[in-house]
């Protein structure tokens, strides 16, 4: 009889298992690399299916089951992250929370909510409040002064993001009045503005697209750059006060005490007193907070009192005093009519679902983006299957499965869908490079897509500037064989460009002329014009500080590329593959004779001493006394030679603060000296 009952336990203890390892495979994902793969709610189902599951086989307690933390987003290596996922990404301190930084229990149905209040003690206020959707925040204040800014982290401890978070102006550095000693938490998050405007530039750089504002804030949060930070143009709103002695009594009266003080409180916080006010609260922002200008995805519920907060006490994961709605995502039913594929200026095939027009949020939804081949198995969709539609944080259409087909529709016959294998606009055999999820063209000089969205990226604002030359001119001028390809605009004539349909003298006049000043255009955006795949205008910037010339970067090696801040393997790839091919030297030297500045002011200090002669130094870690940038330019100005890679010729490692793991580990197997700061500064200066 007990074979007979663990024959029946075992595969409910392997599902046991296998959810364990799902809910933390989706935590780093979704924390760490902001690529979420399950939505709230299917991550919710799992995580109550694995709590139950828990229940029933109390001998499998585990203490690291994802049941009893909250999800970490603490910078550590993950042995399924692609190589390189972090380059970009900074090593932060990290420090212990004051106070444990815990998740809310979330529930999607009014009726659980409704029980919750009324399980609550008789006469208990309950301040609603909007759930912001963003990266939580926890801001300690010393004196006035903020001196620390951590992430959640795994709810015991965060990354210290201060510098990054100092960029932020709705977050004030001082403050004056206060106790003195207390902690802000809050939600730093991308406004619907600013987060349309960012996806926009990475769709214009065929670079993957943020999921929603809260990727895009945490991904933001985390970068080295804090003036690439302040460039995205985060927020943030404040929604909890901690400390000793802080004044009031109620949850309420801290928060509007934190406004006084300047903090960022949002006005939609209101004290109610039954369940009524609770569903009457809901229901109102379940339609107001589209007009908001940042993203909202709940209501979260706390109890007013901050005594009877004491009195509920916690849970391993979630304070029992507060509880947060989940609105439901709005989604239809509608057919998927075909499957069409657009290809981009690197080459990129990217398949688009056609639908049948349907309504969502208030706008008609007839497009929506597939992604890439994986994306269409993961789902089993193909043309004829009715498909569920959201709109994604109510602005990006996009599907997320398929209504249950009936297995005798034509479109459910065959082996199910198929990635084309040539290019739909020029016949090429299409190429996919391991590791990779899209099927890409390698026809770059003959694939009419490719050719117009380089010329496209090359003449726009932040790239060379000029006017007049649109889509619909391009493509026009493009098949009277007036364009083949960006060096030919600088060969156009005023008699050939007036003669076309729509333009007259006066337009070829103004095209000639945005062409003329195009010449003027600094070296850093000559380089993001030339479209060097993954090469976007930031990279490029950090590129030209190195390289202030075409031709030193020409020759410059994959390693060498690697020691530039923001440059990972791929990047470095792509820019040597770029000069290896013949046909872009004949367009580089065209443009070089039609006079674009194909050098810039030089960055790098002359030559000061050959100290550092026949040397190859890795940097890694923080530094205090110079940025990363500045050590490099210093060790080329001394002889030296920067490398991105520890190995057996690396003499040795200028070593700051929060060194990364991998190369202390592999310095140590080689016994390769860790240089620290100052060392390296009195070696420079002839002291050593």
Not at 214 to 241: C, F, H, I, W
Not at 460 to 484: P, V, W
Not at 589 to 603: N, T, V, Y
Request: net charge negative; aromatic share 8%.
């Amino acid at each position: 009889m007990m074979d007979l009952f663990s024959e029946i336990e075992e595969p409910e203890r392997e599902e046991l298992k296998n959810l364990r390892k799902e809910l933390e495979e989706a935590n780093y994902k979704y924390y760490v690399l902001n690529m979420p793969t399950l939505s709230d709610r299917e991550f919710d189902e799992k995580m109550h299916r694995l709590q139950a599951l828990e229940a029933m086989f109390p001998d499998m307690f585990d203490p690291k089951s994802p049941t009893q933390h909250v999800g970490s987003d603490l910078e550590k290596p993950h042995p399924t992250s692609p190589q390189g996922e972090e380059k970009g990404r900074k090593a932060f301190e990290t420090v212990k929370h004051k106070y444990p930084m815990l998740s809310l229990a979330n529930s999607y149905s009014r009726e659980e909510i409704e029980d919750w209040v009324r399980k609550l003690p008789q006469g208990v206020e309950i301040v609603c409040e909007l759930k912001f959707d963003g990266l939580s925040i926890s801001l300690w204040y010393e004196n006035g002064q903020l001196v620390r800014a951590l992430t959640r982290g795994d709810g015991q401890q965060g990354d210290d993001v201060i510098d990054n978070i100092k960029t932020i102006p709705s977050i004030p550095r001082h403050v004056v009045g206060t106790p003195s000693t207390f902690e802000m938490r809050g939600e730093v998050l991308l406004p619907w503005e600013r987060f349309e405007a960012l996806n926009k530039e990475r769709e214009e750089q065929e670079e993957p697209l943020f999921a929603n504002p809260r990727n895009a804030a945490s991904g933001t949060l985390k970068l080295q750059d804090p003036k690439e930070v302040a460039r995205r143009g985060l927020d943030a709103y404040l929604y909890y006060m901690l400390g000793e002695n802080l004044p009031g009594k109620t949850h309420f009266e801290r928060l509007q005490t934190a406004k006084q003080w300047g903090f960022h409180i949002s006005d939609a916080i209101k004290v109610c007193h039954n369940v009524d006010e609770v569903m009457a609260y809901i229901a109102y922002w379940d339609t107001e907070r589209k007009n908001l200008p940042v993203a909202t995805d709940g209501i979260v519920l706390k109890v007013n009192d901050l005594a009877q907060q004491e009195e509920l006490g916690f849970t391993a994961k979630t304070p029992r005093w507060a509880i947060a709605y989940k609105f439901p995502a709005e989604k239809q039913l509608t057919l998927l009519k075909e499957i069409t594929y657009q290809v981009g200026r690197t080459g990129v095939v990217t398949p688009v679902a056609n639908l049948e027009p349907v309504q969502l949020s208030g706008t008609i939804v007839q497009r929506a983006t597939l992604h890439n081949e994986d994306f269409i198995k993961s789902l089993d969709i193909r043309p004829g299957d009715r498909v569920w539609v959201e709109k994604g944080g109510e602005i990006i259409p996009k599907i997320v499965g398929r209504d249950n087909p009936t297995p005798t529709l034509p479109s459910r016959e065959g082996d199910g869908f198929t990635f084309p294998t040539v290019c739909p606009e020029c016949g090429t055999p299409l190429v996919r490079v391991e590791g990779e999820a899209a099927w890409r063209c390698p026809n770059e000089a003959g694939c009419p897509p490719q050719i117009k969205g380089k010329i496209e990226h090359f003449v726009s604002r932040k790239a060379m500037n000029i006017d007049g030359l649109g889509e619909e001119t391009i493509d026009l001028f493009y098949q009277k064989g007036l364009l083949h390809n960006i060096a030919d605009i600088y060969d156009l004539k005023l008699e050939d460009i007036a003669a076309q349909e729509r333009l007259g003298e006066k337009s070829a006049q103004n095209i000639l002329a945005g062409i003329e000043a195009s010449k003027q255009v600094p070296w850093a955006r000559v380089l993001f014009a030339l479209g060097i795949r993954m090469v976007g205008e930031t990279t490029a910037k950090k590129i030209a500080r190195v390289y202030n010339n075409i031709d030193s970067l020409q020759w410059a090696t994959a390693e060498q590329l690697c020691a530039i801040e923001d440059v990972g393997p791929q990047i470095a790839e792509n820019i040597v593959k770029y000069f290896e091919d013949i046909r872009n030297i004949e367009i580089l030297d065209r443009l070089r004779k039609a006079g674009l500045q194909m050098e810039g002011e030089s960055l790098q200090p002359s030559a000061i001493s050959h100290q550092l002669d026949g040397m190859s130094i890795v940097i890694s870690g923080t530094f205090s006394q110079h940025s990363r940038d500045e050590y490099k330019a210093l060790i080329e100005a001394h002889g030296g030679k920067n490398v991105g890679s520890v190995s057996k010729k690396t003499s040795f490692i200028l070593a700051g603060e929060n060194m990364g793991p991998e190369k202390r580990k592999k310095a140590e197997d080689l016994g390769i000296r860790l240089m620290t700061e100052d060392e390296f500064l009195e070696l420079v200066n002839g002291n050593l």
